[in-house]
C-alpha cells in the first residue's frame, strides 16, 4: 500500500527536504562532462567569448626552481582577509613576516579610489611598522578576483565577485590603480614597483610546487573556490605571446562561474535558487555558490529554517533568532558541528547558543548535525568533480594538487571526503595527492615576483642601455 504523507515518519519528510543534497555518482560524472566541455570552449579563441568559465592565461610559464633569492613585499586581497606581507626567499628556505588589516564593508562596497587608497595605507603603515622606509621591494600582489591578464604585471579586473563591488575598477588595470593610489600618499620614503599580479590558487600552486615538482594544479577553497593549472601552450587557442620554451601557461580557471548559463540547474536546491536571488551577485558563480566558504553556512541555515517552517526542527525556537536572518549562520559552525563525535553535542550546542535558537532538544541536535554533512559531502563532492576533470585532462601518471583556503584547512572531513570522491572520478592508474599549500597567497606571489626579477637581470644583462 502506498505511504500517504501522514504516515510518513518525520524522518521521511525531513529526508524529502534535503534529498536535493545527495548526488549519485553518475551525476558527479556528468557535471564533470560539463565542466569539460565549458573548460574548452573557454580555451578556444573563437567561444571564450561567450564563454562562462574563462581560462585566463597568467603569463606565468614556469614553476620556481628553488633557486629563488631575495626579499619581497606581497600583498594578499582574497575576499575576507587582505594582508601585507614580508616575504624573504633564500633557494628553499622562507621567512614570513605579515599583518592582517580589515577591509570595512563601506570599502568593499565604495569606490575604487577608496579602495586603493586604503590599501595604500596599509602598505605605508607596514613599511613604517617593519622599518622598511626608503628601501626599493618589489612587489608580489596576489589579487583574487577574474582578471584578463595582458602581462605579469597588468591585469583587467573582468568583474567583481564574493563580498566586492567597487565602483570604477572593472576592465581597469589594477596595478595601474594602486601605483596611483600610491602616487596619492605622496610620500617619497616609500617606494613600491608591482612586478607580478597573480590570484590566489596561482600563488598556492606556486608555493607548493616550490617544494614539490610534481605540483600541477591549485585549488582555493576559502572566500570563494577557483583552481588553476599548468596547459600546454597548443591547447590555448587565446595565447597571444611567444611560444619559445617552455611552450606551456598556467591557466588560471575561474571555473566558480560554472554554471552561469544554467547548465548546472539538474543540481540545484531550492536552498541554491534562495541563496542566489539574495546574493550581491545573482545569476552569477553558480558552482561557487554551492561549494565555498561565503556561501556553505547560508544554504545550511536555508535549509534549517525551511525544515523548522514546516514543524520538523525545532519545535519552539524564537522567530526573531539569527537563525532566521540572512547571513547569520557562518561556514564555520559548519565545521564546528560536524566536529562533535558523540551524543553530547557540545559544539552544536555552543553554536545554538550563540545563535539564540533557545529550547532544543537532543533531537534537533542530530538534525542541524546530519544538515550540516550533507551540505559539506555536497560541496567536497563538487569540487572533487572539478579536480578529476583537470587530473583526466592532464593525464599524468602522478599528480600533487596544492590547496588553499579556510574551508579546506579547518572544516574537519573535506580532506577525507574529496581524496575518496576524486579516487572514484578519475581516470583508472592515475595517483593524486592532496596538499595543503602553507601561506600559498603571500609566498606565491613572492615566488612569482622573485622569478620575475631574476628574468629581468638575465634580460638586463644580455642588452645593456
Ligand atoms: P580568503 O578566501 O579571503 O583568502 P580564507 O581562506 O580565510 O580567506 O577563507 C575565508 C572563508 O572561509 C570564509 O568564507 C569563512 O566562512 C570560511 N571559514 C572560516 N573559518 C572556517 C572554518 N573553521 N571552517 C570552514 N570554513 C571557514
Ligand atoms: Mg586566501
Wanted: charged content about 25%; aromatic content about 8%.
Amino acid at each position: 500500500m502506498p505511504t500517504t504523507p501522514e504516515k510518513l515518519s518525520k524522518y521521511e519528510k525531513i529526508e524529502a527536504f534535503v534529498r536535493g543534497f545527495k548526488l549519485s555518482s553518475l551525476t558527479y560524472k556528468r557535471v564533470m562532462h560539463l565542466l569539460n566541455e565549458e573548460m574548452n570552449n573557454g580555451l578556444r579563441a573563437n567561444s571564450n567569448h561567450l564563454a562562462d568559465i574563462k581560462m585566463f592565461p597568467t603569463f606565468v610559464r614556469a614553476l620556481p626552481d628553488g633557486s629563488e633569492k631575495g626579499k619581497f613585499l606581497a600583498l594578499d586581497l582574497g575576499g575576507t582577509n587582505f594582508r601585507v606581507l614580508m616575504v624573504v626567499i633564500n633557494e628553499r628556505d622562507v621567512d614570513i613576516q605579515s599583518q592582517t588589516y580589515l577591509i570595512p564593508q563601506r570599502i568593499m562596497l565604495g569606490t575604487g579610489v577608496q579602495l586603493f587608497d586604503h590599501i595604500a595605507d596599509c602598505i605605508c603603515r607596514f613599511i613604517r611598522d617593519h622599518d622598511l622606509k626608503n628601501v626599493r621591494l618589489p612587489l608580489g600582489f596576489t589579487f583574487s578576483f577574474p582578471c584578463k591578464q595582458e602581462g605579469l604585471a597588468k591585469a583587467r579586473l573582468s568583474k567583481w565577485t564574493k563580498g566586492f563591488r567597487c565602483e570604477g575598477v572593472v576592465n581597469e588595470d589594477i596595478c595601474y590603480l594602486l601605483h596611483e593610489a600610491m602616487k596619492r600618499k605622496n610620500t617619497t620614503s616609500v617606494e613600491v614597483e608591482v612586478v607580478a599580479v597573480v590570484n590566489d590558487a596561482v600563488g598556492t600552486l606556486m608555493s607548493a610546487a616550490h617544494n614539490d615538482r610534481n605540483c600541477e594544479i591549485g585549488l582555493i577553497l576559502g572566500t570563494g573556490c577557483n583552481a588553476c593549472y599548468m596547459e600546454s601552450l597548443e591547447n590555448v587557442g587565446l595565447w597571444e605571446g611567444d611560444y619559445e620554451h617552455p611552450a606551456q601557461v598556467l591557466i588560471n580557471t575561474e571555473w566558480g562561474a560554472f554554471g552561469d548559463n544554467g547548465c548546472l540547474d539538474f543540481i540545484r536546491t531550492e536552498y541554491d535558487r534562495e541563496l542566489d536571488t539574495y546574493s550581491i551577485n545573482p545569476g552569477k558563480q553558480i558552482y561557487e555558490k554551492m561549494i565555498s566558504g561565503m556561501y556553505m553556512g547560508e544554504i545550511v541555515r536555508l535549509a534549517l529554517e525551511r525544515l523548522s517552517m514546516e514543524g520538523l526542527l525545532f519545535e519552539s525556537a524564537d522567530r526573531d533568532c539569527e537563525l532566521f536572518h540572512r547571513g547569520r549562520f557562518f561556514t564555520k559552525y559548519v565545521s564546528e558541528i560536524e566536529s562533535d563525535h558523540d551524543e553530547f553535542f557540545r559544539n552544536t550546542k555552543q553554536v545554538l547558543d550563540e545563535i539564540g535558537v533557545t529550547n532544543y532538544t537532543s533531537e534537533d541536535c542530530k538534525i542541524v548535525k546530519y544538515i550540516c554533512t550533507l551540505v559539506s559531502a555536497r560541496a567536497a563532492f563538487l569540487s572533487s568533480a572539478g579536480l578529476a576533470t583537470v587530473i583526466n585532462k592532464l593525464n599524468k601518471p602522478e599528480m600533487t594538487i596544492a590547496v588553499d583556503g579556510s574551508l579546506y584547512r579547518f572544516h574537519p572531513r573535506f580532506h577525507n571526503l574529496m581524496t575518496l570522491k576524486i579516487q572514484e572520478l578519475v581516470n583508472h592508474g592515475l595517483k593524486f595527492k592532496l596538499q595543503l599549500s602553507h601561506d600559498g597567497s603571500g609566498k606565491g606571489a613572492a615566488l612569482v615576483a622573485a622569478v620575475a626579477m631574476r628574468l629581468r637581470d638575465i634580460k638586463e644583462n644580455q642588452c645593456p642601455a
